[in-house]
């Protein structure tokens, strides 16, 4: 597979790391052969994907009255409660399918890792 500005990368580097006694186990190995080392700011990035759905579901109105006032005070624009009701729903179903999705690549590092 050619990515990038034409470097070859392997499509099977996991199976490398592990038949290769040099690799530091728990480190991804990149193409120059140092281990891959997550940067200040992806970690913080990592941490504010679980920390901003989890707060959107923890403010979250239980009644669309609330969140029709709510967003009618931030915004100054007005929301009927049908359309307060879509939105609190859908609010509801986007955090918590990302906080899945987090929960699912989180298992899925920590399988590859154990294999």
């Known amino acids: ?33 140092e281990p891959h080392r ?8 990592d941490i504010a994907g679980w920390i ?14 609330c ?9 100054g624009f007005g929301l009927s409660l049908s359309t307060a009701a879509h939105l609190r729903a859908s609010l509801l179903i986007l955090c918590i399918a990302s906080l899945l999705y987090l929960v699912a690549r989180r298992l899925g590092r920590s399988v590859m890792i154990e294999k």
């Open 38 to 45: 997550l940067t200040f700011v992806r970690r913080c990035l």
């Open 52 to 65: 901003v759905p989890g707060a959107i579901l923890a403010f979250v109105p239980k009644c669309p009255a």
């Open 1 to 33: 597979m050619w990515i990038g500005r034409g470097a070859l990368v392997n499509t099977h580097r996991c199976c490398e790391a592990a038949s290769d006694s040099r690799s530091e186990p728990f480190a991804a190995p990149i193409t120059d052969g």
């Open 67 to 75: 969140l029709a006032a709510y967003v009618a005070v931030g915004t």
